[in-house]
């Protein structure tokens, strides 16, 4: 049964930090991975998709990297800003439609 | 447009009620989901809908009855609620793979309803 694990839980920085969020998957057999931001009581917001023959995507100050054999994800925020407050979740796909999300991490970014 | 709507927003209803919950999109998107989000909790999957067909049922409750009238459009039918059953009830949407054993594209979510069971 596919585990996601996101780490750390919570996370407080000063504005400007460049951070790293950790994702742990315990079966490399995916399709692909996203990642999504959440603001408190909100839906998701779909951030990055890497598929499973990939290794990265990047978009604006926002970069994935996606290691299967290792069962790992990596999302790298440069220049952090207080408007990245919000938590961010990694959801893996282990089926066609069949998605599991991570623990989450919840961000404050500190003006 | 890469908006998915749901209605109602909020929703408290007491456990002898019979409400649904509605989604849509007009992304043109044939794969819908359900999905079920407690505080502090990640999304779990309940339901997924490809080509208005029933694809996944994640051993939901039968309290909880899905249905898709058409491409754009999903409901919950929801009756005789538990209070535990009170969450986040968030609609996605995304399109299938062109051939089958590949992985979909990005999902996209929509606002979700905020249910209280009473």
Not at chain 1, 29 to 57: C, H, M, V
Not at chain 2, 47 to 71: D, G
Not at chain 2, 88 to 103: F, H, K, M, N
Request: glycine share 6%; aromatic share 8%.
């Amino acid at each position: 049964k596919q585990e996601v694990t996101q780490i750390p839980a919570a996370l407080s920085v000063p504005e400007g930090e460049n951070l790293v969020l950790n994702c742990s998957f315990t079966d490399s057999a995916i399709y692909n991975l996203q990642w999504f931001r959440q603001d408190p009581g909100k839906g998701l917001t779909s951030l990055l998709l890497i598929q499973s023959s990939q290794r990265e995507q990047t978009s604006g100050r926002l970069n994935a990297s996606l290691d299967k054999s290792s069962g790992r994800s990596t999302l790298y925020i440069a220049a952090s800003q207080p408007g990245d407050s919000a938590t961010y979740l990694c959801a893996v796909a282990s089926g066609t439609y069949k998605y599991i999300f991570g623990t989450g991490t919840r961000l404050k970014v500190l003006a | 447009d890469t908006e998915v709507t749901q209605t109602p927003k909020h929703l408290v209803m007491g456990m002898t009620n019979k409400k649904s919950l509605k989604c849509e999109q007009h992304m043109g998107h044939r794969a819908m989901y359900w999905y079920k989000q407690k505080a502090k909790k990640p999304p779990e999957l309940m339901f997924v809908y490809s080509y208005e067909k029933l694809s996944i049922n994640e051993s939901v409750p039968s309290r909880f009855s899905p249905e898709c009238p058409n491409s754009s459009l999903l409901n919950l039918h929801l009756h005789a609620l538990q209070p535990e059953d009170s969450a986040l009830y968030l609609c996605a949407s995304s399109q299938p793979p062109l051939t089958s054993g590949r992985s979909t594209d990005t999902q996209y979510f929509g606002p979700g309803t905020r249910l209280t069971v009473l």
